[in-house]
């Protein structure tokens, strides 16, 4: 499949950005800031386009293990926040290594993640120096560094000199002095300036290297991985939520003998399909008791903010639609849009009811899933109401029936 890898990092970034601000308090577009600072330091090296798109991949996805390791250690955010604990602070390094090492780099990154938190004088998690800390892991550590401590979201020709000062402070301790000097050769106040909120969006699209090319379907389906596990980590709640509707739309779609760039397509809709809940708060989506009614329309948001996080990518077309239509309804009465089944194709019907059938029969903190009889018994109830369609829910009802839950 020939896809825009550009257009991929970008919307990972925007849907990673919400992780990190949920999870660490940081200022929105942390993920965006660090790239495009990354890319503009890049570019000064001389690196070539290949090159930059790698290191704006490794700069995008440098925390994508943020959640993982927060449900894995069983943290709290504000114990992350307070950790001076080198070990636990690598972890999700660690982490964030292992998921990206499948995925389709240009050249070789290794470490380039697992290092992103080194100092130049080996006091880091895993006390490496400069020297044994790979080119990229330090420009994702010196953008990291100045955006966490200065919070460039908002720029003043004041907090420039700051910066410049820290940095000049911090020469061959936290940062190579190389490293320093690149970032004074490569930002004077203007260009650093196009990184605040209301830039940074469209400096870093500008930046990033325009890459299309063909994908292999396996490279396809390890990207789309490391992006289900970011949105499942989001929440206890729905853990291996969109993990469980992908395996299921494949086995529908060996069902209904798909090629198998279709699955594939299929396979990549149902991992995405809540991206949008990344953009909602954990507070709404983690609440035990029924949601208030604003609360509810604020939690339907999610899926139009999958349409919103998708719809750039070029070439997606029916991912996008068979992602973002999985909670409308036959009779029109769904959410975001409001489709009728005059509108909603197989695919969309299919993406529907496997995200009702995954979310009845999957256990959450506060409820045991249901048995594979009890789900499709209210599925049925839903078709009578015209909300889904009944030959999916009996076709679900046979290919499910003997098939152990996940
Ligand atoms: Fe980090
Ligand atoms: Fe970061
Ligand atoms: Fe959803
Ligand atoms: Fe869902």
């Known amino acids: 499949m020939k896809l825009y890898m550009n257009d991929i990092l970008s919307a990972f970034s925007y849907a990673l950005d919400c992780v990190e601000h949920d999870a660490t308090g940081i200022a929105s577009h942390h993920t965006k800031r660090v790239a495009y600072i990354c890319l503009v330091l890049g570019e ?12 704006a991949a490794c700069a995008i996805l440098h925390d994508n ?84 401590i200065f919070d460039l979201s908002v720029m ?133 008791d029924k949601l208030t009614e604003s609360e509810h329309i604020y939690m339907q948001n999610h899926a139009y903010y999958t349409y919103e996080i998708l719809k750039n990518i070029r070439g997606l077309d029916d991912i996008i639609s068979w992602a973002s239509l999985h909670h409308e309804k036959l009779n029109g009465k769904g959410y975001p849009f409001g489709k009728t089944a005059e509108e909603l194709g197989f695919n969309e019907r299919l993406m529907a009811c496997l995200d009702i059938y995954q979310a009845l029969t999957e256990t959450r903190p506060y409820k045991e899933g249901f048995e594979h009889d009890k789900a499709i018994w209210i599925m049925k109830d839903m078709v009578k109401n015209n909300y889904i369609d009944g030959s999916i829910v009996d076709d679900i009802e046979k290919v499910f029936a003997n098939i152990e839950l996940s």
């Open 156 to 288: 003043t020709k004041a907090k420039y000199e700051k910066i410049l000062k820290y940095l000049n402070g911090k020469r061959n301790t936290i940062v190579h002095e190389d490293i320093v000097d690149l970032f004074e050769r490569s930002f004077d106040y203007e260009t650093l300036q196009r990184v605040q909120s209301l830039s940074i969006t469209s400096s870093l699209n500008e930046k990033l290297p325009i890459i299309h090319r063909e994908y292999s379907l396996e490279q396809i389906g390890d990207m789309v991985e490391v992006i289900a596990n970011v949105i499942d980590y989001k929440s206890e709640f729905t853990m291996r939520h969109s993990m469980g509707i992908a395996q299921k739309a494949v086995t529908m779609a060996n069902y209904y003998d798909y090629d198998k760039e279709t699955t594939m397509k299929l396979y990549f809709a149902a991992a995405v399909h809540d991206i949008g809940k990344l953009v909602i708060d954990r507070d709404v989506l983690e609440k035990p």
């Open 44 to 55: 000064n090296l001389g690196l070539n386009r290949l090159q930059l798109n790698d290191l």
């Open 65 to 148: 293990a943020l959640t993982q390791y927060l449900h894995e250690e069983k943290v709290s955010r504000i114990d992350m926040l307070n950790d001076k604990n080198k070990a636990s602070a690598g972890k999700h390094c660690v982490l964030g290594e292992n998921n990206i090492m499948r995925l389709p780099f240009n050249y070789d990154v290794s470490d380039s993640i697992l290092f992103h938190h080194e100092n130049s004088d080996g006091s880091g998690p895993f006390g490496k120096t400069h020297l044994e800390t790979p080119l990229y892991s330090q420009l994702i550590h010196i953008a990291d560094v100045i955006d966490i």
